[in-house]
């Protein structure tokens, strides 16, 4: 599902293959590569459930700017995977409402 060759950006550049960790499944994904890019290339599309009604949501607007693809990183809830990057060993939970922050010791 990935695209290797867009017409207008032309041939996707080269990077290292790294695993991540996208509830508790490993998936191969390209090193600096959006979070979204890796799970819709790996065939997931949700990446949260709304607080009140627990429906899916996943990748809109693709900028930054909405919502929709926020997700757990590495323990950290809200962050908007259309803008961060992978890097190896990313721990990536589906975000269920508000989501919570860890616990401070």
């Known amino acids: 599902m990935r ?4 017409p207008v950006l032309g041939q996707l550049a080269e990077a ?3 695993t991540i960790e996208v509830d ?4 191969t994904a390209r090193e600096g590569e959006p979070i979204a890019a890796a799970l819709l290339a ?3 599309r949700v990446f949260r459930t709304t607080r009140r009604l627990g429906h899916p949501r996943g990748l809109f607007c693709g900028i930054g700017r909405c919502t929709d693809c926020v997700m757990i990183v590495d ?3 809200n962050v908007r995977t259309c803008v961060t990057p992978v890097r190896a060993g ?3 939970e589906t975000q269920r409402g508000l989501g919570r922050w860890p616990e401070q010791k």
């Open 3 to 6: 695209v290797n060759e867009h």
């Open 16 to 18: 290292p293959e790294v």
């Open 24 to 27: 508790g499944r490993s998936i």
């Open 42 to 44: 790996a065939g997931i």
């Open 75 to 77: 323990g950290i809830p």
């Open 90 to 92: 990313m721990k990536i």
